[in-house]
């Protein structure tokens, strides 16, 4: 970060687990694509990081403007809620398939539907639309409080 007087050497820098623990809590997340073209789009979305995997999880309808953009860009920046202990991933989206698919529905129904019943119903709303998984190229965490940053 040249000109904000954050060292070059990565000594003191946020550790990986930092950014899980603001993925894994987070309740929603932006997702920026961008078209074919370079046009960009930010949008926010619930959706689940899966430390064991290593990835994020969304689901969108299938004709909304991140899939279509996914579709011929799969590059992606996900970033968490928080705008004061900021995580923001870049990486690569792809359609979720076989155990991630399964992964990230069963993830995703836990986190946001808390009756049982509710599960089941929100896992086949999700499989009817589109699934993405961002595997992360890179990550950037920030406190943005003066005395922390």
């Given at each position: 970060?040249?000109?904000?007087?954050?060292?070059?050497?990565?000594?003191?820098?946020?550790?990986?687990?930092?950014?899980?623990?603001?993925l894994i809590a987070s309740r929603s997340f932006w997702v920026v694509t961008a078209s074919g073209a370079g046009r960009?789009?930010?949008?926010?979305?619930?959706?689940?990081?899966?430390?064991?995997?290593?990835?994020?999880?969304?689901?969108?309808?299938?004709?909304?403007?991140?899939?279509?953009?996914?579709?011929?860009?799969?590059?992606i920046v996900v970033a968490a809620e928080d705008t004061v202990?900021?995580?923001?991933?870049?990486?690569?989206?792809?359609?979720?398939?076989?155990?991630?698919?399964?992964?990230?529905?069963?993830?995703?129904?836990?986190?946001?539907?808390?009756?049982?019943?509710?599960?089941?119903?929100?896992?086949?709303?999700?499989?009817?639309?589109?699934?993405?998984?961002?595997?992360?190229?890179?990550?950037?965490?920030?406190?943005?409080?003066?005395?922390?940053?």
């Open positions: 970060m040249p000109g904000y007087g954050v060292p070059a050497d990565p000594t003191g820098l946020l550790p990986w687990s930092w950014a899980e623990q603001r960009p789009h930010a949008m926010p979305v619930w959706g689940v990081w899966l430390a064991d995997r290593q990835i994020f999880g969304f689901s969108c309808s299938p004709g909304s403007r991140k899939a279509r953009n996914l579709a011929t860009n799969p590059r202990e900021c995580v923001s991933v870049e990486g690569r989206a792809g359609a979720a398939s076989g155990p991630d698919l399964d992964a990230v529905v069963a993830a995703y129904a836990e986190k946001y539907e808390p009756d049982p019943a509710g599960r089941a119903a929100l896992a086949r709303f999700l499989r009817s639309h589109a699934i993405f998984t961002v595997v992360p190229e890179r990550a950037f965490g920030l406190i943005e409080r003066a005395e922390e940053f």
